[in-house]
């Protein structure tokens, strides 16, 4: 009898042993894996700065260096979304110094290039995305570049050139359709200077600053009135320097002022749509 | 062995159920075998201060100051406290910092730095008064130099009155290459020229922006003689031509940028001056911050 409870022992302890260890050696039952589950689980809920410790908690302790570019990537995003741009940066660029595949480091490139228009680096940007089309040879990839690099002339307030990037994704792109729909509403500059010069005012006031455009004409009209009438008398000197310093100068300060008040407005129409797109666009975005 | 395994195998004989002895074992093999495999404790204060002291070094300071506090939660080391203290005082929380390096002050080892740093940061609150008072107490100072502390406060007073200074007390304090750069200071605060307001304005009223000139500030000056000058003409012009709502037009004009020049020397003088002391009193702080206050830094790799 104690033979056969001895053995049956031994059976269940074998079998429990198999069973268990098979489940020892899956990450679920590991610390680490914990670890992994409670900073995914912070990032996904937006908490970022738990989720950078957890993250950073697992690059120190995961010895499996595979695992390090997921949590660089993730760091790297939680520090954009913070804003702290610098040091996410610092994070991507850990994780391309790692040995890995082409997608991920294309990939990876792509969070970097969102990060340097965020810090306004267009220079960087562009450099950063023209290295990608060197390597860039098939269609689904250039159709990514071609997205990004809209993106990129959205955030230097291109909208023309935009339109045409995403174009070439897809006649009709939605955002090929924005695009062109704030650059038709942005005012001509040349246009508005243009208007200035032959009727001083007009120019303010069509692009919607009726103060400033009545004042100007009124400035302008009082001090030409002023000088034709110096000149009509013989006060030549009188009519030089009012002329000179006064008329002139409210003649050319309203068609510079027009000019301003047009890229003033330009600027306002684009950060709106800009944050529009940023606030409303369900697709990726920078 | 497992001693629950020894003790069922060896003493429990005799009278117990044989089901229930199996049973027993059976518990007693899976508990200590799911032990084995259970996940390592990446939480325990030992591996809390690994990971603490790599993210030190890593100069994520505020991550590090509440690993070094999980660690002190849990018992005290001296050194946890000491890089807590380091990184509340990298992140500017300088008033904590001071709080914690006051617990190491009965440390043999750390007392000395941790005073140091209880001075640096105590420097940094900006509270002179709460800074003499603690430099003349030995619990506080005892075992610094005490020419670290006074040269500290000698150097404070230079940045705010570097005219208050002097020189005999002061340079003594530094020894080279210190003393070199001190001296540099010291006689770049002597040379320093202030212009006087009233002399900008009176110069102005005599000829309008000869004040702004005098100031430094030639293109104004010139712009205001010019426009002034022509103001003048046209409302005399005016004037003699009859043409008399004009010429007050333009007398009232020219007076109003006569007393404007006149105003405006005189302010230009002030910002000047203010400049000039604004610019040497940041040039003198930047000074004191980058050689660390003219404190020693820890003997310990990784602080900065």
Same mark, same amino acid.
């Given at each position: 009898?104690? #033979?056969?409870?001895?053995?049956?022992?031994?059976?269940?302890?074998?079998?429990?042993?198999?069973?268990?260890?098979?489940? +020892?050696?899956?990450?679920?039952?590991?610390?680490?894996?914990?670890?992994?589950?409670?900073?995914?689980?912070?990032?996904?809920?937006?908490?970022?700065?738990?989720?950078?410790?957890?993250?950073?908690?697992?690059?120190?302790?995961?010895? &499996?260096?595979?695992?390090?570019?997921?949590?660089?990537?993730?760091?790297? &995003?939680?520090?954009?979304?913070?804003?702290?741009?610098?040091?996410?940066?610092? %994070?991507?660029?850990?994780?391309?110094?790692?040995?890995?595949?082409?997608?991920?480091?294309?990939?990876?490139?792509? !969070?970097?290039?969102?990060?340097?228009?965020?810090?306004?680096?267009?220079?960087?940007?562009?450099?950063?995305?023209?290295?990608?089309?060197?390597?860039?040879?098939?269609?689904?990839? $250039?159709?990514?570049?071609?997205?990004? !690099?809209?993106?990129?002339?959205?955030?230097?307030?291109?909208?023309?050139?935009?339109?045409?990037?995403?174009?070439?994704?897809?006649?009709?792109?939605?955002?090929?359709?924005?695009?062109? @729909?704030?650059?038709?509403?942005?005012?001509?500059?040349?246009?508005?200077?243009?208007?200035?010069?032959?009727?001083?005012?007009?120019?303010?006031?069509?692009?919607?600053?009726?103060?400033? @455009?009545?004042?100007?004409?009124?400035?302008?009209?009082?001090?030409? =009135?002023? $000088?034709?009438?110096?000149?009509?008398?013989?006060?030549?000197?009188?009519?030089?320097?009012? +002329?000179?310093?006064?008329? /002139?100068?409210?003649?050319?300060?309203?068609?510079?002022?027009?000019?301003?008040?047009?890229?003033?407005?330009? /600027?306002?129409?684009?950060?709106?749509?800009?944050?529009?797109?940023?606030?409303?666009?369900?697709?990726?975005?920078? | 062995?497992?001693?629950?395994?020894?003790?069922?195998?060896?003493?429990?004989?005799?009278?117990?159920?044989?089901?229930?002895?199996?049973?027993?074992?059976?518990?007693?093999?899976?508990?200590?075998? *799911?032990?084995?495999?259970?996940?390592?404790?990446?939480?325990?204060?030992?591996?809390?201060?690994?990971?603490?002291?790599?993210?030190?070094?890593?100069?994520?300071?505020?991550?590090?100051? =509440?690993?070094?506090?999980?660690?002190?939660?849990?018992?005290?080391?001296?050194?946890?406290?000491?890089?807590?203290? %380091?990184?509340?005082?990298?992140?500017?929380?300088?008033?904590?910092?001071?709080?914690?390096?006051?617990?190491?002050?009965?440390?043999?080892?750390?007392?000395?730095?941790?005073?140091?740093?209880?001075?640096?940061?105590?420097?940094?609150?900006?509270?002179?008064?709460?800074?003499?008072?603690?430099?003349?107490?030995?619990?506080?100072?005892?075992?610094?130099?005490?020419?670290?502390?006074?040269?500290?406060?000698?150097?404070?007073?230079?940045?705010?009155?570097?005219?208050?200074?002097?020189?005999?007390?002061?340079?003594?304090?530094?020894?080279?290459?210190?003393?070199?750069?001190?001296?540099?200071?010291?006689?770049?605060?002597?040379?320093?020229? %202030?212009?006087?307001?009233?002399?900008?304005?009176?110069?102005?009223?005599?000829?309008?922006?000869?004040?702004?000139?005098?100031? @430094?500030?030639? +293109?104004?000056?010139?712009?205001?003689?010019?426009?002034?000058?022509? /103001?003048?003409?046209?409302?005399?012009?005016?004037?003699?031509?009859?043409? &008399?709502?004009?010429?007050?037009?333009?007398?009232?004009?020219?007076?109003?940028?006569?007393?404007?020049?006149?105003?405006?020397?005189?302010?230009?003088? $002030?910002?000047?001056?203010?400049?000039?002391?604004?610019?040497?009193?940041? #040039?003198? +702080?930047?000074?004191? !911050?980058?050689?660390?206050?003219?404190?020693?830094?820890?003997?310990?790799?990784? *602080?900065?």
């Amino acid at each position: 009898m104690n #033979k056969i409870l001895v053995a049956s022992y031994l059976l269940a302890h074998l079998l429990l042993t198999n069973i268990f260890a098979g489940e +020892g050696g899956s990450p679920e039952f590991t610390g680490l894996k914990l670890i992994e589950n409670s900073a995914d689980s912070l990032f996904r809920n937006a908490k970022y700065y738990d989720a950078v410790t957890e993250y950073k908690r697992l690059l120190f302790f995961d010895p &499996d260096k595979k695992n390090h570019v997921k949590y660089l990537v993730n760091i790297g &995003d939680s520090y954009s979304f913070g804003k702290f741009y610098h040091k996410s940066l610092a %994070y991507y660029n850990k994780a391309l110094d790692l040995q890995i595949e082409t997608s991920i480091e294309t990939d990876i490139s792509y !969070r970097i290039y969102a990060v340097l228009l965020k810090i306004g680096d267009f220079t960087a940007a562009e450099n950063l995305i023209a290295d990608l089309e060197k390597k860039t040879v098939y269609g689904p990839a $250039m159709d990514s570049l071609y997205y990004w !690099r809209g993106w990129g002339n959205i955030y230097q307030y291109k909208w023309f050139e935009a339109a045409k990037e995403f174009n070439k994704i897809s006649p009709g792109h939605e955002l090929s359709r924005y695009c062109r @729909g704030v650059n038709e509403s942005l005012l001509s500059v040349e246009l508005v200077k243009i208007m200035s010069f032959i009727i001083p005012g007009s120019g303010q006031i069509y692009s919607g600053n009726y103060f400033s @455009g009545i004042a100007s004409f009124g400035w302008t009209a009082l001090w030409g =009135y002023n $000088m034709i009438d110096a000149f009509a008398e013989n006060r030549i000197f009188d009519g030089l320097v009012i +002329g000179d310093l006064l008329f /002139l100068r409210f003649y050319r300060g309203n068609i510079q002022n027009a000019g301003r008040f047009a890229e003033e407005k330009n /600027l306002n129409i684009s950060e709106n749509a800009l944050l529009y797109l940023l606030s409303n666009y369900e697709g990726i975005k920078p | 062995m497992n001693p629950g395994l020894t003790f069922i195998f060896t003493k429990w004989k005799g009278s117990a159920d044989l089901a229930l002895r199996f049973w027993m074992l059976l518990l007693i093999s899976f508990s200590s075998y *799911y032990a084995q495999i259970s996940a390592e404790d990446y939480f325990t204060p030992e591996n809390r201060l690994r990971f603490a002291d790599y993210l030190f070094a890593d100069k994520d300071y505020l991550r590090a100051f =509440y690993e070094y506090k999980e660690v002190i939660s849990s018992g005290i080391n001296d050194t946890a406290v000491f890089n807590a203290a %380091y990184s509340l005082y990298k992140i500017g929380r300088y008033s904590e910092a001071i709080g914690y390096y006051t617990g190491l002050f009965i440390n043999r080892e750390l007392d000395y730095q941790a005073k140091i740093e209880f001075f640096r940061n105590l420097y940094l609150l900006n509270l002179p008064e709460r800074f003499l008072y603690y430099s003349s107490q030995s619990l506080y100072s005892s075992g610094i130099e005490p020419y670290l502390l006074k040269r500290m406060i000698v150097y404070g007073d230079f940045t705010e009155r570097p005219s208050s200074v002097d020189s005999s007390e002061f340079f003594p304090l530094f020894e080279p290459p210190l003393a070199d750069s001190i001296r540099a200071l010291y006689s770049e605060s002597r040379s320093l020229t %202030y212009k006087d307001p009233w002399r900008a304005a009176i110069y102005s009223a005599i000829l309008p922006g000869a004040g702004k000139i005098y100031t @430094g500030e030639t +293109g104004d000056g010139l712009t205001s003689l010019v426009v002034t000058g022509l /103001l003048t003409y046209i409302a005399i012009d005016n004037l003699g031509a009859g043409h &008399d709502f004009r010429g007050y037009l333009f007398g009232a004009l020219e007076a109003y940028f006569y007393a404007g020049n006149i105003y405006g020397s005189f302010n230009s003088a $002030m910002i000047s001056n203010a400049s000039v002391r604004v610019s040497l009193k940041m #040039k003198l +702080g930047n000074f004191f !911050r980058n050689n660390n206050f003219f404190l020693p830094l820890p003997e310990f790799p990784g *602080y900065e």
